[in-house]
Protein backbone atom coordinates (compact mmCIF):
# COMPACT_ATOMS: atom_id res chain seq x y z
CA UNK A 1 0.00 0.00 0.00
CA UNK A 2 1.12 3.57 -0.76
CA UNK A 3 0.51 4.73 3.08
CA UNK A 4 1.08 8.60 1.90
CA UNK A 5 -1.30 8.42 -0.63
CA UNK A 6 -3.70 6.87 1.17
CA UNK A 7 -3.15 9.20 4.20
CA UNK A 8 -3.71 12.30 1.92
CA UNK A 9 -6.81 11.12 0.67
CA UNK A 10 -8.20 10.04 3.81
CA UNK A 11 -7.35 13.42 5.20
CA UNK A 12 -9.58 14.72 2.60
CA UNK A 13 -12.68 12.85 4.00
CA UNK A 14 -11.54 14.22 7.34
CA UNK A 15 -12.30 10.80 8.78
CA UNK A 16 -11.10 10.32 12.60
CA UNK A 17 -7.79 10.35 12.75
CA UNK A 18 -7.87 7.06 14.30
CA UNK A 19 -9.24 5.60 11.11
CA UNK A 20 -6.21 6.54 9.81
CA UNK A 21 -4.72 4.45 12.46
CA UNK A 22 -6.87 1.37 11.90
CA UNK A 23 -6.05 1.10 8.50
CA UNK A 24 -2.22 1.59 9.11
CA UNK A 25 -2.29 -0.93 11.87
CA UNK A 26 -4.16 -3.87 9.69
CA UNK A 27 -1.97 -3.31 6.57
CA UNK A 28 1.17 -3.64 8.37
CA UNK A 29 -0.58 -6.82 10.55
CA UNK A 30 -0.34 -8.75 7.40
CA UNK A 31 -3.52 -10.33 8.10
CA UNK A 32 -5.43 -8.82 5.14
CA UNK A 33 -4.95 -9.37 1.57
CA UNK A 34 -7.95 -6.55 0.60
CA UNK A 35 -9.48 -3.51 2.49
CA UNK A 36 -12.76 -5.21 2.15
CA UNK A 37 -11.11 -7.98 4.38
CA UNK A 38 -11.22 -5.20 7.21
CA UNK A 39 -14.41 -6.09 9.14
CA UNK A 40 -13.37 -2.85 11.76
CA UNK A 41 -13.62 -0.55 9.42
CA UNK A 42 -17.33 0.67 8.20
CA UNK A 43 -18.79 -1.19 4.61
CA UNK A 44 -19.00 2.18 2.08
CA UNK A 45 -15.37 3.18 3.58
CA UNK A 46 -13.96 -0.48 2.59
CA UNK A 47 -15.63 -0.62 -1.26
CA UNK A 48 -14.42 3.16 -1.56
CA UNK A 49 -10.72 2.02 -0.40
CA UNK A 50 -10.96 -0.87 -2.65
CA UNK A 51 -12.16 0.75 -5.49
CA UNK A 52 -9.33 3.64 -5.09
CA UNK A 53 -6.21 1.73 -4.16
CA UNK A 54 -4.74 -1.73 -4.15
CA UNK A 55 -4.16 -3.03 -0.22
CA UNK A 56 -0.85 -5.22 -1.61
CA UNK A 57 1.27 -3.88 -5.10
CA UNK A 58 1.99 -6.89 -5.65
CA UNK A 59 -0.23 -10.39 -6.37
CA UNK A 60 0.55 -14.27 -5.90
CA UNK A 61 1.11 -15.27 -9.77
CA UNK A 62 2.26 -19.13 -8.91
CA UNK A 63 3.41 -20.73 -5.35
CA UNK A 64 6.09 -23.91 -5.47
CA UNK A 65 6.02 -25.34 -2.43
CA UNK A 66 8.97 -27.75 -1.03
CA UNK A 67 9.71 -29.64 1.71
CA UNK A 68 10.94 -26.69 4.01
CA UNK A 69 10.66 -23.59 1.56
CA UNK A 70 7.69 -21.49 -0.67
CA UNK A 71 8.51 -19.68 -3.61
CA UNK A 72 5.70 -17.31 -4.79
CA UNK A 73 6.10 -15.54 -8.25
CA UNK A 74 4.52 -12.67 -7.74
CA UNK A 75 3.46 -10.27 -10.14
CA UNK A 76 3.71 -6.59 -10.15
CA UNK A 77 1.25 -3.37 -11.08
CA UNK A 78 3.81 -3.44 -14.46
CA UNK A 79 2.92 -6.74 -15.51
CA UNK A 80 6.84 -6.94 -14.55
CA UNK A 81 7.36 -10.27 -12.03
CA UNK A 82 9.44 -11.27 -9.31
CA UNK A 83 10.37 -14.22 -6.95
CA UNK A 84 10.26 -14.38 -3.36
CA UNK A 85 10.76 -17.16 -0.65
CA UNK A 86 10.08 -18.23 2.03
CA UNK A 87 11.80 -20.56 4.07
CA UNK A 88 11.12 -22.54 7.72
CA UNK A 89 13.99 -23.29 10.02
CA UNK A 90 11.98 -25.06 12.57
CA UNK A 91 12.42 -22.54 14.81
CA UNK A 92 11.90 -19.81 12.91
CA UNK A 93 10.43 -18.51 9.39
CA UNK A 94 12.51 -16.61 7.22
CA UNK A 95 11.35 -14.11 4.46
CA UNK A 96 14.26 -13.93 1.64
CA UNK A 97 13.25 -10.63 -0.43
CA UNK A 98 14.10 -9.44 -3.89
CA UNK A 99 15.09 -5.97 -4.10
CA UNK A 100 15.05 -5.37 -7.97
CA UNK A 101 13.56 -6.92 -11.02
CA UNK A 102 16.26 -8.89 -12.75
CA UNK A 103 20.23 -7.77 -12.07
CA UNK A 104 22.60 -5.71 -13.43
CA UNK A 105 25.75 -7.23 -11.93
CA UNK A 106 25.30 -10.87 -14.13
CA UNK A 107 27.54 -12.94 -11.45
CA UNK A 108 28.44 -16.29 -13.27
CA UNK A 109 26.83 -18.77 -10.72
CA UNK A 110 23.67 -16.92 -10.48
CA UNK A 111 20.16 -17.32 -12.64
CA UNK A 112 18.84 -13.75 -12.01
CA UNK A 113 21.73 -12.17 -13.63
CA UNK A 114 20.90 -13.73 -17.03
CA UNK A 115 17.92 -11.93 -17.16
CA UNK A 116 19.16 -8.79 -17.20
CA UNK A 117 18.46 -5.72 -15.29
CA UNK A 118 14.34 -4.34 -15.37
CA UNK A 119 14.39 -1.81 -12.57
CA UNK A 120 14.87 -1.22 -8.94
CA UNK A 121 11.50 -2.64 -6.43
CA UNK A 122 9.96 0.26 -4.43
CA UNK A 123 9.82 0.10 -1.04
CA UNK A 124 6.37 -0.42 -1.03
CA UNK A 125 7.17 -3.97 -3.12
CA UNK A 126 10.07 -4.56 -0.95
CA UNK A 127 7.68 -4.27 2.36
CA UNK A 128 4.49 -5.88 0.50
CA UNK A 129 6.62 -9.39 0.21
CA UNK A 130 6.99 -9.18 3.43
CA UNK A 131 3.21 -8.58 4.61
CA UNK A 132 2.65 -11.28 1.70
CA UNK A 133 4.27 -13.98 3.39
CA UNK A 134 2.62 -12.91 6.97
CA UNK A 135 -0.80 -13.36 5.34
CA UNK A 136 -0.11 -16.50 3.94
CA UNK A 137 1.24 -18.55 6.69
CA UNK A 138 -0.76 -16.37 9.47
CA UNK A 139 -1.19 -17.07 12.51
CA UNK A 140 2.67 -17.92 12.18
CA UNK A 141 4.79 -14.52 11.07
CA UNK A 142 8.24 -13.60 9.75
CA UNK A 143 10.73 -13.82 12.54
CA UNK A 144 13.89 -13.01 10.31
CA UNK A 145 14.71 -11.34 7.04
CA UNK A 146 17.34 -11.28 3.98
CA UNK A 147 17.50 -9.10 1.82
CA UNK A 148 19.26 -12.37 -0.70
CA UNK A 149 16.90 -12.56 -3.34
CA UNK A 150 16.46 -11.00 -6.61
CA UNK A 151 18.51 -7.85 -7.34
CA UNK A 152 21.80 -6.09 -5.71
CA UNK A 153 20.12 -4.43 -2.45
CA UNK A 154 23.03 -1.64 -2.47
CA UNK A 155 21.99 -0.14 -6.03
CA UNK A 156 18.43 0.42 -4.65
CA UNK A 157 19.63 2.27 -1.74
CA UNK A 158 17.48 4.62 -1.27
CA UNK A 159 14.39 2.44 -1.77
CA UNK A 160 16.64 -0.37 0.78
CA UNK A 161 16.47 2.47 3.43
CA UNK A 162 13.12 3.26 3.47
CA UNK A 163 11.80 -0.17 3.75
CA UNK A 164 14.18 -0.92 6.63
CA UNK A 165 12.96 2.30 8.21
CA UNK A 166 9.67 0.99 7.62
CA UNK A 167 9.66 -2.37 9.15
CA UNK A 168 11.92 -0.68 12.39
CA UNK A 169 8.73 1.36 13.23
CA UNK A 170 6.11 -0.92 12.04
CA UNK A 171 7.06 -4.53 12.08
CA UNK A 172 7.85 -6.88 15.12
CA UNK A 173 11.81 -7.60 13.26
CA UNK A 174 14.59 -6.69 15.21
CA UNK A 175 17.33 -5.24 13.79
CA UNK A 176 19.59 -8.27 14.34
CA UNK A 177 17.03 -10.11 12.74
CA UNK A 178 17.68 -8.64 9.17
CA UNK A 179 20.99 -9.66 7.24
CA UNK A 180 21.47 -7.93 3.77
CA UNK A 181 23.89 -8.92 1.33
CA UNK A 182 25.92 -7.52 -1.19
CA UNK A 183 28.70 -8.42 -3.88
CA UNK A 184 30.91 -5.71 -3.00
CA UNK A 185 29.40 -2.38 -3.58
CA UNK A 186 32.55 -0.53 -1.71
CA UNK A 187 30.74 3.00 -1.38
CA UNK A 188 27.62 1.92 -0.07
CA UNK A 189 29.48 -0.78 2.65
CA UNK A 190 31.12 2.46 4.08
CA UNK A 191 27.47 4.13 4.20
CA UNK A 192 26.44 0.75 5.56
CA UNK A 193 28.85 0.72 7.97
CA UNK A 194 28.16 4.39 9.00
CA UNK A 195 24.50 3.91 9.77
CA UNK A 196 25.97 2.64 13.05
CA UNK A 197 22.99 -0.11 12.51
CA UNK A 198 22.71 -3.72 14.31
CA UNK A 199 21.42 -5.15 10.73
CA UNK A 200 23.95 -7.80 9.44
CA UNK A 201 26.14 -7.35 6.75
CA UNK A 202 26.93 -10.48 4.22
CA UNK A 203 29.51 -10.44 1.20
CA UNK A 204 29.26 -12.54 -1.68
CA UNK A 205 32.91 -13.19 -2.07
CA UNK A 206 33.18 -16.93 -4.16
CA UNK A 207 36.94 -15.91 -4.29
CA UNK A 208 40.10 -14.99 -2.04
CA UNK A 209 41.74 -12.87 -4.79
CA UNK A 210 41.14 -10.84 -7.42
CA UNK A 211 41.83 -12.59 -10.36
CA UNK A 212 39.91 -15.40 -9.83
CA UNK A 213 36.42 -12.99 -8.54
CA UNK A 214 36.61 -10.97 -11.69
CA UNK A 215 36.10 -14.02 -13.98
CA UNK A 216 32.59 -15.08 -12.05
CA UNK A 217 31.64 -11.49 -10.57
CA UNK A 218 32.28 -9.10 -13.07
CA UNK A 219 31.56 -6.49 -10.63
CA UNK A 220 35.27 -7.07 -8.98
CA UNK A 221 36.41 -5.18 -12.40
CA UNK A 222 34.66 -2.02 -10.79
CA UNK A 223 35.59 -3.12 -7.42
CA UNK A 224 39.50 -4.27 -6.75
CA UNK A 225 39.45 -6.95 -4.21
CA UNK A 226 42.06 -4.97 -2.67
CA UNK A 227 40.13 -2.36 -2.27
CA UNK A 228 36.71 -4.43 -1.55
CA UNK A 229 39.06 -6.35 1.38
CA UNK A 230 39.74 -2.45 3.12
CA UNK A 231 36.11 -1.20 2.94
CA UNK A 232 35.15 -4.52 4.93
CA UNK A 233 37.51 -3.69 7.28
CA UNK A 234 36.49 -0.61 7.98
CA UNK A 235 33.14 -2.17 8.72
CA UNK A 236 34.33 -4.53 10.90
CA UNK A 237 36.69 -1.84 12.92
CA UNK A 238 33.64 0.79 13.71
CA UNK A 239 30.64 -1.84 14.24
CA UNK A 240 32.94 -4.88 16.19
CA UNK A 241 30.53 -6.69 14.37
CA UNK A 242 31.09 -10.04 12.55
CA UNK A 243 30.77 -9.97 8.86
CA UNK A 244 29.34 -13.22 7.03
CA UNK A 245 31.24 -14.07 3.57
CA UNK A 246 29.45 -15.83 1.27
CA UNK A 247 31.49 -18.85 -0.36
CA UNK A 248 29.84 -21.40 -3.08
CA UNK A 249 32.79 -23.88 -4.19
CA UNK A 250 32.92 -23.81 -7.86
CA UNK A 251 34.32 -26.75 -9.83
CA UNK A 252 37.67 -25.85 -11.47
CA UNK A 253 37.20 -22.11 -10.41
CA UNK A 254 37.49 -21.14 -7.29
CA UNK A 255 38.17 -24.50 -5.31
CA UNK A 256 42.34 -25.53 -5.58
CA UNK A 257 44.68 -25.24 -2.80
CA UNK A 258 45.65 -22.13 -3.65
CA UNK A 259 41.95 -20.71 -3.39
CA UNK A 260 42.00 -22.58 0.06
CA UNK A 261 45.19 -21.32 0.94
CA UNK A 262 44.44 -17.72 -0.07
CA UNK A 263 41.08 -18.03 2.12
CA UNK A 264 42.57 -19.05 5.22
CA UNK A 265 44.91 -16.17 4.94
CA UNK A 266 41.95 -14.14 4.62
CA UNK A 267 40.42 -15.43 7.17
CA UNK A 268 42.94 -15.13 9.80
CA UNK A 269 43.27 -11.30 8.95
CA UNK A 270 40.43 -10.17 10.65
CA UNK A 271 38.80 -12.49 13.81
CA UNK A 272 35.07 -10.54 12.96
CA UNK A 273 35.12 -12.40 9.24
CA UNK A 274 33.04 -15.38 9.36
CA UNK A 275 32.88 -17.73 6.37
CA UNK A 276 29.79 -19.33 5.28
CA UNK A 277 30.87 -22.28 3.01
CA UNK A 278 28.15 -22.71 0.33
CA UNK A 279 27.53 -25.71 -2.43
CA UNK A 280 26.93 -24.53 -5.44
CA UNK A 281 23.31 -24.62 -6.33
CA UNK A 282 22.21 -26.29 -10.05
CA UNK A 283 21.53 -23.70 -12.65
CA UNK A 284 20.37 -23.75 -15.88
CA UNK A 285 23.61 -23.93 -18.54
CA UNK A 286 25.34 -22.63 -15.20
CA UNK A 287 28.88 -23.84 -13.95
CA UNK A 288 28.92 -27.00 -11.76
CA UNK A 289 29.70 -27.78 -7.32
CA UNK A 290 32.65 -29.09 -6.87
CA UNK A 291 33.92 -32.11 -5.09
CA UNK A 292 36.06 -30.67 -2.94
CA UNK A 293 33.37 -29.32 -0.26
CA UNK A 294 34.59 -31.15 2.29
CA UNK A 295 38.59 -30.80 1.85
CA UNK A 296 38.12 -27.35 2.64
CA UNK A 297 35.62 -27.97 5.60
CA UNK A 298 38.43 -30.37 7.46
CA UNK A 299 41.33 -27.65 6.69
CA UNK A 300 39.31 -24.52 8.05
CA UNK A 301 38.08 -26.93 11.25
CA UNK A 302 41.88 -27.68 11.64
CA UNK A 303 42.56 -24.44 11.58
CA UNK A 304 40.24 -23.01 13.73
CA UNK A 305 38.63 -20.68 11.60
CA UNK A 306 34.90 -19.10 11.99
CA UNK A 307 32.83 -20.82 9.19
CA UNK A 308 29.91 -22.90 9.01
CA UNK A 309 28.70 -25.32 6.36
CA UNK A 310 25.54 -23.55 5.29
CA UNK A 311 22.29 -25.28 4.91
CA UNK A 312 20.37 -24.45 1.86
CA UNK A 313 17.13 -25.04 1.18
CA UNK A 314 14.49 -25.16 -1.79
CA UNK A 315 17.36 -26.65 -4.15
CA UNK A 316 14.98 -28.86 -5.45
CA UNK A 317 12.20 -26.35 -6.38
CA UNK A 318 14.59 -23.65 -7.79
CA UNK A 319 14.15 -21.61 -4.45
CA UNK A 320 17.74 -21.43 -3.63
CA UNK A 321 20.27 -18.72 -3.49
CA UNK A 322 21.57 -18.18 -7.32
CA UNK A 323 17.94 -19.73 -8.99
CA UNK A 324 16.07 -17.33 -8.82
CA UNK A 325 14.70 -15.98 -12.27
CA UNK A 326 11.36 -14.96 -13.97
CA UNK A 327 10.33 -14.54 -17.79
CA UNK A 328 9.99 -10.87 -17.50
Given at each position: ?????????????????Y??????????????????????????????????????????????????????????????????????????????????????????????????????L?????????????H???????????????????????????T??????????????????????????????????????????????????????????????D?????????T????????L????????????????????????????????????????G??????????????????????????????????????????
Open positions: MDVKTVQSYLSSLTLPQRQKQILKNYFSGRYSSFLEMSDLPKGLRLDLEKNFSLLSLSESKLVTDTDTQKALLTLKDNLAIESVLMDYGDWLTACLSSQVGCPLNCAFCATGKMGFKRNTAEEMLDQILYWNKIFPKYIGRLVFMGMGEPFLNWDNLLTLKIIKENLDIGSRKISISTAGIIPKIYEFTDLNTEINLALSLHAPDQETRQKIMPIALQYHFDLIKSLNYYAHTRRQLFEYALIDNINDSQDHLKNLITLLKSNRLFYLNLITLNPVKDLNPSSNLNLFADTLEKNHLNFSLRRSLGKSSNSACGQLITNN
